[in-house]
């Protein structure tokens, strides 16, 4: 029996909880790598900020910032070889114009496990990859399944940060 109002009350959903979950996850491997991650309280194109340190503790300069999408539902192409995901215009605008990295983050749920696009590198290697006419609202992402985030992912992170600062002192910002 139910208390008495408690359907007015508000409720934790499936998505809720699998939010929750990926956002842990890709915590822990970060964590885990020793480094450091902020919750962003306001979500505008970021969930997390990773700050990271060298083998000495030592913390280092830049950052990176994550954008975490969980799913119950893995949208997989024919092949199995790639995620397939959309992603809204303006997130892809805002992280386009990002200096340091953005890691796209996709949590499969039942698997518990997530993939990883390093989006800046994605879209520079084929900028048609990019929105299609002014009236576009979402982007097509194709992410390798073979793309786990796992401590070597977050190794890969670090480096791809290091590399846009390196690039930044000789000129110009490259994400490669």
Known sequence: MQPPGSSRRKQRTREHVIDSVSINYV??????????????????????????????????????FIQVKATDHLALSET?????????????NMWRDEGMPVFLIIYDAKKRLAHWLYVQQYFEENPDRGPHGDDA???????PVKQRWNRRAVALARRFKQSVLDSSKTGGIHHD
């Open 27 to 64: 915590e822990r491997h970060i964590y885990e790598s020793g480094h450091t991650v902020e919750r962003v309280e306001s979500d505008y194109g970021y969930d997390l900020i990773m700050f990271t340190f060298d083998n000495a503790g030592r913390q280092e300069v830049g950052n990176v």
């Open 80 to 92: 199995k070889e790639w995620v397939e995901c959309r992603v809204n215009v303006a997130d892809y």
């Open 137 to 143: 609202q979402t982007v097509s992402v194709r992410i």
